[in-house]
Structures are given as structure tokens and as C-alpha cells.
């Protein structure tokens, strides 16, 4: 059973910097991208960040680029977001989400951890 | 890549046939998934590739277009159908979602 289990949220101050963890199991971890997915309370869904399963490739989204890091470690199954500048903006349920398998394009995520909520304010 | 969903929201009974549109601001080929959401869950996976049905999702929903113009049809509304929907592309980096359309019971 494919399980995706997120920490690491909390309430931080502006300007300061978190760090989001993201457990896996179930699945081959080194085959699958993985992503961040946020969704501030009551609003839409905004992706944040990608990794591929080599890490060969990375995205941010426009409003994270440069201060947020993701990250994956293979040896224990994790992924990872450095979140730097905090704003209040950024205040959100974030999700680690695993891509779906697709042999020769990219593909969405498929299965999705519960959330941890990060809130940014003095 | 901006996906823009229309409407923003829909109220609709059981039984209707429901349609909604994404319409991204460049060619994404057919890298469009639809996602449904329910208050207090994660995404749930519809459909992948502008028209693959996700396993075990019902094959009320349905998914069609390419390059820019996008739909998902639900053929016959049911009580568990009424959710927000999302768009998400996957073309390339940065991906984006479209900004939801809310289904309500009419």
C-alpha cells in the first residue's frame, strides 16, 4: 500500500525557514517524481515543486522560486521542502504527492499524503 | 502555463449531465489531468492524459481535448459527485491547476 506521510509543519514566524519532511513507502521510491502541493485554507490548489526520481529535474512555482528547496533521499525514502523567507502567503496545507507511472511522458500525482499545515505570522 | 476552468462554479441535480472546461494559456499537447476534491481530503485522481480514465474511478467521468481545450463530462450526476474539480497540467515545469469549479446540488 502505497503511504505518504508528511511532518515538519507548524506556526513560524515571517522570514524565518521551515523544513517539510515526507515519509514514503509502497511503492519503488527512486522510480516516481514526487511533488509539493499546497492549498491555503478555504482556496484552491497550487503546486509548489517537482523532483523527478533521478532528481535530474526540478521545478518551483514562480512564487517559490528561490526560496524554497525540495529535495529526496533515496536511502530513506523521503522527500524533503527547505522553505527559506517564509511569508505570510505562504501559510497552507502542504502535500507530498507521488506521480503516477507513465512510461515515456510525465504524469500527475496519484496518491497524496494528508497534509501538514504550515502558518506563517508574528 | 495559466489554466483557466469555466464555470467557477455549477449547480446541478442528480441525474444531469455536467461539463466543465479548462482552456490553457498554451499548447500543453494532452498532458491534463482532472482532479475532485472533497472538504477536508486530498485530490482524488480522475483522469490522466486529457481522456484515460484513472483506475477504479466510475465511467460516468469522462475526459476529452488537446493543446489548449480541455473538458471533463460527468454523463449522469450522483450524490457523491459534488465536489470542487481541478485541472492540472503536467506539460512542464513550473505545472499549474486551474483554479477549481465548485459542483453544488441544485
Known amino acids: 500500500e502505497v503511504q505518504l506521510v508528511e511532518s515538519g509543519g507548524g506556526l513560524v514566524q515571517p522570514g524565518r525557514s521551515l523544513r517539510l519532511s515526507c515519509a514514503t513507502s509502497?511503492?519503488?521510491?527512486?522510480?516516481?517524481?514526487l511533488n509539493w502541493v499546497r492549498q491555503a485554507p478555504g482556496k484552491g490548489l497550487e503546486w509548489v515543486s517537482g523532483?523527478?526520481?533521478?532528481?535530474?529535474?526540478?521545478g518551483y512555482a514562480e512564487s517559490v522560486e528561490g526560496r524554497f528547496t525540495i529535495s529526496r533521499d533515496s536511502a530513506k525514502k523521503s522527500l524533503y521542502l527547505q522553505m527559506s523567507s517564509l511569508r505570510a502567503e505562504d501559510t497552507a496545507f502542504y502535500y507530498c504527492?507521488?506521480?503516477?507511472?507513465?512510461?515515456?511522458?510525465?504524469?500527475?500525482?496519484?496518491?497524496w499524503g494528508r497534509g501538514t499545515l504550515v502558518i506563517v505570522s508574528s | 502555463i495559466q489554466l483557466t476552468q469555466s464555470p467557477s462554479s455549477l449547480s446541478a441535480s442528480v441525474g444531469d449531465r455536467v461539463t466543465i472546461t479548462c482552456r490553457a494559456s498554451q499548447g500543453i499537447s494532452s498532458y491534463l489531468a482532472w482532479y475532485q476534491q472533497k472538504p477536508g481530503k486530498a485530490p482524488n485522481l480522475l483522469i490522466y492524459a486529457a481522456s484515460t480514465l484513472q483506475s477504479g474511478v466510475p465511467s460516468r467521468f469522462s475526459g476529452s481535448g488537446s493543446g489548449t481545450d480541455f473538458t471533463l463530462t460527468i454523463s449522469s450526476l450522483q450524490p457523491e459527485d459534488f465536489a470542487t474539480y481541478y485541472c492540472?497540467?503536467?506539460?512542464?515545469?513550473?505545472?499549474?491547476f486551474g483554479q477549481g469549479t465548485k459542483l453544488e446540488i441544485k
Open positions: 504527492a507521488k506521480a503516477r507511472y507513465c512510461p515515456t511522458a510525465p504524469c500527475p500525482p496519484d496518491y
Open positions: 509502497g511503492f519503488t521510491f527512486d522510480e516516481y517524481a
Open positions: 492540472h497540467q503536467v506539460n512542464s515545469y513550473p505545472n499549474t
Open positions: 523532483i523527478t526520481g533521478d532528481s535530474s529535474n526540478i
